[in-house]
Nanobody, 127 residues
Framework: QVRLAESGGGLVQPGGSLRLSCALS????????MGWFRQAPGKDRKFVAA????????NFADSVKGRFTVSRDSAKNTVYLQMNSLKPEDTAVYYC????????????????????WGQGTQITVSA
């Protein structure tokens, strides 16, 4: 059974940083491009970031550009979301997802493309 496991969530003060990890098991990591989404209470799930299979191409939501970075480590079958300068509006449950179709940055924000999802990890940004 394919499993994506997020970790690294928690409580952080505004302006702080966190790094989320997402480990993919039971499937070849290299054939999937990876995405991050988030869902705040009472709101729809929204795209945050995505990274290509090689890690050489990325895409970000406008709301996180310049603050978040995304990377992947093939040796560890893990994708990371580094979040800096966090704001209260970043508070949400963050999910990672895997997609094995073709990489197109302009389409990586569509949650319907993704084949597998993690269980989510809570990020709370509050003083």
């Amino acid at each position: 059974q394919v499993r994506l496991a997020e970790s690294g969530g928690g409580l952080v003060q505004p302006g702080g940083s966190l790094r989320l990890s997402c480990a993919l098991s039971r499937l070849p990591f290299s054939i999937y491009f990876m995405g991050w989404f988030r869902q705040a209470p009472g709101k729809d799930r929204k795209f945050v970031a995505a990274v290509s299979r090689s890690g050489g191409s990325t895409n970000f939501a406008d709301s996180v550009k310049g603050r978040f970075t995304v990377s992947r480590d093939s040796a560890k079958n893990t994708v990371y979301l580094q979040m800096n300068s966090l704001k209260p509006e970043d508070t949400a449950v963050y999910y990672c997802a895997a997609d094995r179709t073709y990489w197109d940055p302009s389409k990586s924000a569509d949650p319907n493309r993704y084949d597998y999802w993690g269980q989510g990890t809570q990020i709370t940004v509050s003083a």
